[in-house]
């Protein structure tokens, strides 16, 4: 099987929403007819921006157009799983345009793999994350008053092929969370690794060891 890592730098996300869904429908039209085709990683940042899963609810939004564009933003409602999240600049952002039977993976064992990827990243500053039940994603302080998310995954699954991926907060202005409810929740917090480590983290670095993790955990 053959993999390819892509690095796109800092695109807007409608662009590379565009092209993912290229890759998506590539590799999924050869899939489906037998014919040679390559596992595609792309990791990249997105301007200020909102995304809204097919199933969010669009009040978990709290500004109206006129401060998005205050505050540099603009929103997409996306065909992905999950409900609302941020990106911007600082956020290391990772989507895997994979076949999962090549893998032996179904959607949940995936995702299960997407967040011990982050889980094993984050490990590796001696920051240690975990699970919450119920919710997708990757976690501080699991279970307690101080829980928060490092992490956001959500995915599209056609015929076990993928796309859309996660966003993990290294340098990320969070700031912008506060004006959502995000993911759907309204009691939860949100991190990154410079503010859990107190330093801006070099986000090539971070984007490194997330490949390898990555590529290790499907075994390539």
Known sequence: ???????????????????QEQLFDDLLRAKLAGKEYKNTILLCEHPHVYTLGR?????????????????????????????????????????????LEEYGLGLKSYIHLLEEAVINVCASYGISTARVDGATGVWLDAGLPSERKICAIGVRSSRFVTMHGLALNVNTDLRYFSYIHPCGFIDKGVTSLASELGKDISLCEVKQRLKEELVRLLKV
Request: glycine letters at 12%; one cysteine or more; charged letters at 15%.
């Open 55 to 99: 199933h969010g609810q669009a009040n978990n939004m709290l500004l109206g157009e006129e401060q998005l564009q205050a505050i540099g933003a603009s929103i997409y409602r996306t065909d992905r799983g999950g409900d609302i999240t941020y990106h911007g600049p600082g956020q290391l952002v990772c989507y895997p345009i994979l076949n």
């Open 1 to 19: 099987m053959e993999l390819q890592l892509i690095d796109w730098g800092l695109i807007p996300y409608n662009e590379a929403w565009t092209k």
